[in-house]
């Protein structure tokens, strides 16, 4: 099993899946699964906030599961008691996390992903072609 990075391709609308050892992509997923953590690389996070451009140096660093869940409804049963994630590398400093029950739109509502989590990380690409993940 190869360890990989995964990140949210804004060209592409896409998953991509990175190999860690070559730092080749080797794939392009509407949806992946992977057992693992989060990786934010201070030196692209910096350059984004200076520049105003948005590079890749954010991402899901792990191993592929091979469970999928296909549908958005699917997921919203699966996932129900699962938090969402999200990462705007303006205002957050790492990923960020809330339960599905609370106002996604209220900024106090998000906390910080401690950065020794390890876990089950879901991406998906919602009908709009917009990502989403849940923890």
């Known amino acids: 099993m190869k360890k990989v990075r995964v990140y949210w391709n804004l060209h592409k609308k896409t998953w991509s899946i990175q190999d860690c050892k070559s730092g ?6 509407k949806g992946v699964v ?5 990786v934010v690389r201070k030196g692209g996070q910096k350059r984004v906030r200076e520049e105003g ?45 809330q339960g599905m029950s609370d ?18 990380i879901h991406m998906d690409t919602s009908e709009g072609g917009n990502p989403k993940v849940y923890i």
């Open 24 to 29: 080749l992509v080797i794939d392009h997923r």
């Open 34 to 38: 992977l057992e693992g953590n989060f």
């Open 53 to 97: 451009k948005k590079n890749v140096h954010a991402f899901a660093v792990g191993y592929i599961s091979e469970y999928y869940v296909s549908t958005s409804e699917a997921l919203k049963k699966e996932f129900v008691d699962w938090d969402r994630v999200k990462y705007n590398p303006y205002t957050d400093d790492y990923f960020m996390h």
């Open 103 to 120: 106002n996604q739109y209220k900024p106090n509502e998000w906390s910080e992903i401690p950065r020794d989590w390890v876990g089950i």
